[in-house]
């Protein structure tokens, strides 16, 4: 099947847009092959999600329910 893939050129790059819920961005490593060596990405919601610790430091823990809500974390993204 000659249609699998994509010719991606040799190197590495990482390249993002800004989506609904931050930025989504993409990692291709290639040896210059049909199917690139690596490719990684990053979810919009993986950097919500990373500074919720900060967010929590002071707070009491019925507080957490409802700041874990405002930051709009999609969890089916921190499941990789």
Not at 27 to 51: E, F, H, K, M
């Amino acid at each position: 099947m000659t249609n699998r893939g994509f010719a991606a050129p040799r190197g590495e790059v990482y390249s993002c847009i800004e989506s609904a819920n931050g930025e989504l961005g993409y990692y291709v490593v290639s040896a210059g092959d049909n199917v690139p060596w690596r490719v990684r990405t990053r979810p919009p919601s993986l950097i919500n999600y990373q500074a919720f610790p900060k967010m929590i430091e002071g707070h009491m823990i019925s507080d957490v329910v409802a700041i874990l809500g405002s930051i709009n974390v999609i969890a089916a993204e921190l499941d990789r």
